[in-house]
């Protein structure tokens, strides 16, 4: 069956402008999440969503960080005014129903470049 | 300090050597995860334990909550296993779900 899918697989923007980056998780996962490895960095937790619950938003660096999953399917990772610390490469992952401890399965990421 | 360490940072084998990534955390968690990280960023899924043992072909997995600690083992290593592994604790609470990440072991087998 599918993976995660992430969309686009590479983005190169210019400082200052927005960005938007697309995870399709697998069908029937309710858990998605957003986490960001930044270069020689190790992986850094972002966004949860769970379901129809307030998504867990505690990782997002800053107020230009922001993220939405519509119709409890697939999650769009906006970056509004990007700098050049945000180049990273930008992981979904997602989760099946039941327990959190149920194993998160990865999406190939976004390699988000900023000039 | 990390809440989640491994050592060690970077390990070179030679192939058909038993080997072993070790991971200790400071912070309470419910499970830990191991992945797998190969050259080219994807990451795969290995392993996601809450306690004891788990095993999968070559690779061993184990877990000692009490002591807070978790070792990663590859019998027969092969330079097809060359990746950076990641463990990954599972957080409690109003973090429940997300995993708080070790820096990763760099693991090089050569044949």
């Known amino acids: 069956g599918a993976g995660v899918s992430q969309s686009p697989s590479n983005k190169v923007t210019e400082k200052g402008k927005d960005v938007e980056l697309r995870c399709d998780p697998i069908?029937?996962?309710?858990?998605l999440y957003w986490y960001r490895q930044s270069l020689g960095q190790g992986l850094e937790f972002l966004i949860y969503?769970?379901?129809?619950?307030?998504?867990?938003k505690s990782g997002l660096p800053s107020d230009r960080f922001s993220a939405e999953r519509t119709g409890g399917s697939v999650s769009t990772l906006t970056i509004q005014r990007t700098q050049q610390e945000d180049s990273a490469v930008y992981l979904c992952?997602?989760?099946?129903?039941?327990?959190?401890?149920?194993?998160?399965?990865f999406g190939p990421g976004t390699r988000l470049t900023v000039l | 300090k990390n809440e989640v360490e491994q050592s060690p940072q970077n390990l070179t084998a030679q192939e058909g050597e038993f080997i072993t990534i070790n991971c200790s955390y400071s912070?309470?968690?419910?499970?830990l995860h191991w992945l797998q990280q190969h050259p080219g960023g994807g990451i795969v899924s290995l392993f996601m334990?809450?306690?004891g043992k788990k095993k999968h072909g070559r690779l061993i997995a184990t877990i000692n909550i009490q002591e807070k600690h978790s070792s990663l083992h590859i019998t027969a290593s092969h330079p097809r296993d060359s990746a950076v592994y990641i463990c990954?604790?599972?957080?409690?609470?109003?973090?429940?779900?997300?995993?708080?990440f070790g820096k990763g072991t760099k693991l090089s087998v050569k044949p």
């Open positions: 334990l809450s306690s």
């Open positions: 990954a604790g599972l957080g409690h609470g109003g973090s429940q779900g997300n995993l708080i």
């Open positions: 992952a997602s989760r099946p129903p039941g327990q959190p401890y149920n194993e998160q399965f």
């Open positions: 969503f769970q379901g129809n619950s307030a998504p867990d």
């Open positions: 069908s029937g996962h309710t858990a």
């Open positions: 912070v309470g968690i419910s499970a």
